[in-house]
């Protein structure tokens, strides 16, 4: 739930002394940043309207405060006066404005302010009303809650509805979904109907009354809150239609993207995820007699939706004829109306409201309305994150003309930190050229708050001097130098430099607020309540001092002071359950239970399955005694979130004691130990028990238990059993040892004698995740003995990150044999779970089911170890495994996961900038397309930042490109982006690597995969963006054959990636050797490589310091001793480019001397065998990761007298696994002999073994041929 932030946000300070005060949003336990808009971006009403710094927003650039009233004031009517001048749209931006200047001095100011803003009849009408909204929070602030609510009442505000939901919304899918609300949306509504909703049946309800304010907030009513849809519906009539329809006009914003009906027509779309903001589209409708079905449905992504919508006349001016009404028993009258044919309104041409008005401005590309557009987006929350507009449309105003404002702002907006440098320096150098007083000021915050936020953070300080020089009242400058002195110990100095400028504007809210915190951190208690007493008349609205004032009392046992303080905390924020929370808390602290109570049941009201309230109210039940309660909540918070574990333990705790399902199916240890003395058969390791039990929740959570038991049968075997380790994710799992112990032989039982966790970080290769190794080690174990390792990995986040999807691949098989391999599958019987067929011979499954559960029960006993041989397929894939998912299908999977990373494919101006500088000059796509893969490949460090989701979701690209790091899924994002930016259309495709093998295509799931690289349809190309030394064509043997699936935006297709024939991954080595009397030879080499070498060529080679001795060390083996004298390469920077080595240098004993004949061998002898059939039999398939061809060309120069004994013979032979040939030309003592053997099948079947070992032992008979010679003496 959001509260409402009331914090004034001045840049280049922190929280600090309490500028930045997180006002009743802390009821939340939420504060608001320093940045120019929060990355949380549903908030209370009142709060989104103090959320942009004013160093941004300004009309100037950062707020310049004065204690000189006589220049506040003028400021203050200039802004007043911009709101009339501008008009529509261009009036918000000074409104809101005026708005920002709330904490800087005295409030009444501004009050008075918007209220003449608000009267002025030179005002368009909808300005006013937003006037009027803020004139109300201006009450609410002041503490005149009756005045706020009825001023927001009188400006047409609904606060009254029927609610349903929540939806689902996973990947953004739900606005185009018709959920049941909307396929009913045509009849009466029904308040006993029920929906399928998210993770439960839902149904219409009455909303209590609770959102005086001008906001609904729908995260407020339904869990869960995140990813989900809601739907508002109220009736609205006017009486004056009786004597003919009547014209109206509808207002309307929300958080998250939303759609409005009226009459059961769709009126009004916004498909953007923004945050709240009232007001911000319009429509016009007529109205006829009698009552009308109005309804609203917002969805929200990770923030809950929120809406505020508002009734008016045609010109946007409130209507208080208007008459509004949830109750349900309009409900058929509603149903009656209906728009007739042709009356249906035309929504394309009637959508008003600053929105559309600020866009359709912004096309005209005029510096000022692109400003205007940008600072409106920021300071309504009005910018879709997944979009970034506002900030390229600060960057084009910047760069069209720019001013000091404006290039701050572009700065501020900037992805990151260098990128706001750059903006800083250029409004420097306009305020040298000669700037206004605020503009020099606004670049001096600028720059000190940037310097701030650097490593040497004091080096802002002569930077807020030279600001003070300027204004030694300006409240941003005071503040941070405050900051620093604290920080720097020196408290006195800085409450003495606040005093003074408190002194000067005592009825600034900063001010006081920020002197208060100075005091109490020097324990000056007395005058910081003083102070803070004076704040809290200024800001009622301040959650976060009403709870400090709530504990304070409750310490000085003042009951008088608490009941005030906790009945406006509840009264400012009557929609928060943490509000109410809260005041329930502070009822206990008075022992008061039966208050306490009633705040639980109201928050209960607003969120029936809140499960939050429904712990704390069972606490206060059994803070009571009335345990049947506690346990009766208990219960239902284990129907709403199974996954909650100390709930779960606490309820079997009150209960008989009994074995846990799952563990049940434990075995005992009298049954494996009858196994201990069976004969070892020559094993080092034997598993005697394998179990796990996966328990599925309905939300998809889960939790598992294990048992293992295993036995050392050697000395070696025992060493290295002392430690068992598996791994879990820290941020969602929790981990519980249940049991581990050894059973000797003996009949001794010894338990573990440490257990702990570790990092599963792998620094060397820049990945970091939240994985974590969990251990357990046991004392000395001896050959024979049986260890057993009962434990638990348990789900305990709050909800499934992945929508309610369940998938996992459990192994029934091991490289060592396994006694009893188990798996067990319970699940709610309410949902369907698809499985693969398991090929394990004895393999049994039963399917049975239990109440509410079905289980799923596969055994198999006396599983034979899988024998590990040279070139077998990867185990992931050999290994016997049971594979289940709640996808049935690759499309139902794949259309979920387009919706989690859709919006990661959104480029901002920096990328468009940077794709264009690339490809410039540039026209054909296939030489685009290689410039965006090299500039990924070799711009873009690989680090791979895997936490929680980012697991499986790439970062934005717009933040890949600023970090200039990443990892595949993230640098598959940036390729595709940048591709799209050019129009060629690519996709993203998610790879399992030939480094786990293939896999079933059925279940669906995530779980087989590993990988991420892009696709371009049209050139039929997969770009591997993290093969750094790979050319676009050159697709890494990691990749060649692999299962893949192309996401193709939400129409997912499978397929085997490409594995490209051999002719195109060619090594080819020539050698030129003229060989002296004593067999020494003088060498010329000309190496190279394509395709799948290439790679690791390029990079082997690339430092020219040590290419001499690497080349000697490659040599070596078939030339001993050899010395390089020289050697080159061409460009190994151009990955497009074939690797091509030369060098020049001497072999001894290049000739061989047998007596009074020579030898040398013209080709590797048995190379073909020792690479790829060194085995006499084999009983798993060969995987060959790539098809490759060998080409070897050897030139020999015989020295004079020579006569030649034999020579190779000119051969060749095919078969279906490759090629070979052998070229010989002999003619005057010049003898040139060219091998080549390819490899051409990357797979070959265990029973197709003895004939492609034949073709091995054939061709390297063939490829080793010598020639023999003598010399004349």
């Not at 608000?118 to 503490?143: H, I, M, N, Q, S």
């Not at 705790?653 to 049940?664: V, Y």
């Amino acid at each position: 739930m959001r509260e409402v932030p009331s914090a004034l946000e001045v840049p280049g300070t922190s929280s600090g002394y309490g500028l930045l005060d997180s006002g009743p949003r802390a009821a939340d336990n939420r504060g608001v940043s320093n940045a120019p808009f929060s990355p949380s971006r549903r908030r209370g009403f009142a709060g989104f309207l103090l959320l942009v710094s004013a160093v941004v927003l300004g009309p100037s650039g950062p707020l310049v405060a004065s204690a000189d009233v006589g220049q506040r004031l003028p400021k203050l009517t200039k802004l007043q006066d911009e709101v009339a001048r501008g008009g529509m749209p261009l009036g918000y931006v000074p409104l809101r404005q005026l708005w920002s200047e709330w904490d800087q001095g005295d409030p009444n100011e501004i009050e008075e302010a918007i209220r003449a803003v608000a009267a002025d009849t030179r005002v368009a009408p909808p300005l006013r009303a937003y006037a009027g909204l803020l004139e109300g929070y201006a009450r609410r602030r002041r503490g005149d809650l009756a005045g706020a609510k009825a001023r927001i009442h009188d400006l047409g505000f609904v606060s009254r509805w029927i609610v349903t939901g929540p939806f689902d919304n996973e990947g953004k899918a739900g606005l185009d979904r018709a959920f049941g609300p909307e396929e009913e949306i045509h009849e009466p509504l029904s308040m006993m109907r029920t929906y399928d909703g998210k993770e439960r049946p839902v149904q219409n309800r009455l909303a209590p009354d609770t959102f005086p304010y001008g906001w609904v907030d729908l995260g407020s009513m339904v869990r869960p809150q995140e990813n989900v849809c809601a739907f508002a519906t109220t009736f609205v009539r006017d009486p004056r239609a009786k004597s003919g329809p009547r014209p109206f006009s509808i207002w309307f914003g929300s958080a998250g993207a939303a759609k409005v009906y009226f009459d059961g027509t769709e009126v009004l779309r916004d498909t953007k995820y923004r945050g709240l903001d009232a007001d911000r589209f319009s429509t016009n409708l007529t109205m006829k007699d009698g009552w009308h079905r109005l309804t609203v449905k917002v969805c929200g992504d990770d923030d809950a939706p929120m809406f505020s919508l508002r009734l008016a006349d045609p010109s946007g001016a409130p209507d208080s004829n208007i008459e509004i009404d949830p109750d349900p028993v309009h409900a058929k009258e509603a149903a009656a109306s209906r728009f007739k044919k042709g009356e249906a309104p035309a929504a394309k041409t009637i959508v008003g409201g600053p929105a559309p008005a600020f866009e359709k401005l912004a096309a005209r590309e005029d510096a000022a309305a692109l400003e205007a557009y940008a600072r409106w987006l920021v300071l309504t929350q009005s910018d879709d994150p997944a979009e970034n507009l506002a900030r390229n449309l600060a960057r084009r105003a910047a760069e069209k003309a720019p001013t000091v404002p404006r290039c701050l702002l572009a700065g501020e907006l900037a992805e990151n930190r260098n990128q706001h440098a750059l903006w800083i320096d250029k409004a420097e150098e306009i305020a040298k050229r000669g700037a206004s007083l605020d503009d020099r000021i606004a670049a001096l915050l600028a720059r000190a708050g940037h310097t701030r936020s650097g490593a040497h953070f004091r080096d802002a300080i002569p930077y807020y001097d030279k600001v003070l020089a300027l204004d030694p009242d300006n409240v941003a400058g005071n503040l941070a130098r405050v900051e620093l002195y604290s920080e720097a110990g020196l408290r006195e100095t800085a409450l003495a430099s606040l005093t003074r400028t408190l002194d000067r504007r005592p009825r600034s809210i900063a001010l006081l607020r920020a002197t208060a915190g100075a005091l109490r951190e020097i324990e000056r208690t007395t005058e910081a309540d003083e102070l803070t007493e004076r704040y809290s008349q200024l800001r009622f609205d301040d959650s976060s001092v009403v709870s400090d004032r709530i504990e304070l009392a409750l310490a000085r046992r003042d009951e008088k002071a608490a009941a005030r303080w906790i009945e406006r905390l509840v009264e400012t924020n009557p929609d928060s359950p943490r509000a109410l929370a809260t005041a329930a808390k502070a009822y206990i602290g008075l022992g008061d239970r039966a208050k306490a109570v009633a705040m639980h049941r109201r928050a209960l009201d607003l969120a029936p399955e809140d499960v939050t309230s429904m712990r704390a109210l069972a606490d206060v039940y059994a803070l009571g005694g009335q345990t049947d309660e506690q346990i009766r909540l208990l219960k239902k918070v284990l129907e709403i979130r199974p996954q909650d574990k100390d709930v779960r333990e606490y309820v079997a705790h009150t209960e008989p004691s009994r074995a846990r399902a799952d563990e049940a199916y434990a075995r005992p240890s009298a049954e494996f130990l009858k196994l201990r003395d069976k004969p070892a058969d020559g094993k080092h390791r034997r598993t005697l028990v394998d179990l796990q039990v996966s328990t599925v929740f309905p939300n998809g959570l889960s939790s598992r238990f294990h048992q293992i038991v295993f036995q050392p049968l050697t000395e070696a075997a025992a060493a290295e059993g002392r430690e068992y380790g598996f791994s879990f994710a820290a941020d969602t799992e929790t981990v519980q040892l249940r049991g581990a112990r050894i059973y000797r032989k003996g009949g001794q039982i010894d338990e573990a004698i440490e257990s702990g966790e570790g990092s599963t970080d792998d620094p060397g290769m820049a990945m970091y995740t939240s994985g974590r190794a969990f251990y357990v080690h046991f004392p000395r174990l001896n050959p024979g003995d049986v260890v057993e390792l009962l434990y638990r990995v348990e789900d305990i986040a709050p909800r499934n990150a992945f929508a309610d999807y369940f998938g996992e691949v459990t192994y029934m098989q091991s490289t060592e044999p396994i006694a009893r391999s188990e798996y067990v599958l319970i699940t709610p019987k309410s949902r369907q779970f698809y499985f693969n067929k398991p090929n394990l011979p004895g393999l049994t499954q039963k399917v049975e089911e239990k109440g509410n559960e079905r289980i799923y029960h596969y055994v198999a006993e006396n599983v034979p170890a899988m024998e590990s041989e040279p070139l077998q397929p990867p185990l992931a894939e050999a290994l016997a495994h049971v594979h289940v998912s709640t996808y049935k299908n690759l499309d139902d999977m794949g259309r979920w996961y387009w919706g989690l990373v859709k919006d990661q494919f959104t480029a901002d101006d920096e990328v468009r900038r940077r794709v264009a500088e690339i490809t410039k000059g540039l026209t054909d796509d296939k030489a685009k397309v290689r410039a965006v893969y090299n500039y990924v490949v070799q711009k873009t460090r690989y680090v791979a930042l895997e936490f929680g989701i980012h697991g499986f979701k790439p970062y934005r690209c717009a933040q890949i490109f600023a970090r200039g790091f990443g990892d595949c899924k993230d640098k598959a994002t940036l390729i595709v982006t940048m591709l799209k930016e050019l129009g060629i259309p690519a996709t993203f495709v998610v790879v399992r690597t030939g480094m786990r093998g293939d896999f079933e295509t059925e279940p669906a799931s995530l779980a087989p995969f590993d990988h991420a690289i892009a696709y371009v349809p049209s050139m039929d190309l997969y770009l591997d963006g993290t093969a750094e030394w790979t050319g676009s064509t050159e697709l890494p043997s990691m990749d060649r054959g692999a299962l893949a699936m192309q996401l193709n935006e939400g129409k997912p297709k499978l397929v085997h990636l490409p594995d490209p024939p051999a002719s195109e991954s060619v090594t080819s080595k020539h050698v030129d050797a003229t060989i002296q009397g004593d067999g020494t030879a003088l060498l010329s080499l000309k190496l190279g490589a394509t395709g799948t070498s290439a790679s690791s060529w390029r990079q082997h080679y690339q430092a020219k310091a040590t290419q001499k001795q690497r080349l000697q060390e490659d040599l070596s083996s078939e030339l001993p001793g050899i010395e390089l004298s020289q050697i080159s390469t061409n460009d190994l920077d151009d990955i497009e480019q074939k690797v091509e080595v030369q060098a020049k240098g001497k072999a001894p004993n290049f000739a061989r001397k047998d007596g009074e004949t020579w030898r040398v061998p013209t080709g590797s002898k048995e190379y073909v065998v020792s690479t790829w059939a060194p085995l006499s039999q084999r009983r798993r398939d060969i995987r060959i990761f790539a098809q490759t061809t060998r080409e070897n060309e050897t030139v020999i120069r015989l020295p004079q007298g020579t006569k030649v004994l034999s020579a190779p013979h000119p051969t060749e032979g095919q078969s279906p696994y490759g090629t070979y040939k052998v070229e010989v030309d002999n003619a005057g003592g010049v003898v040139r002999v060219k091998t080549t053997v390819a490899i051409t099948r990357s797979r070959i079947p265990a029973a197709e073994y003895p004939a492609f070992r034949a073709f091995c032992e054939r061709a390297d008979r063939e490829l080793g041929q010598s020639i023999t010679y003598t010399v004349a003496k």
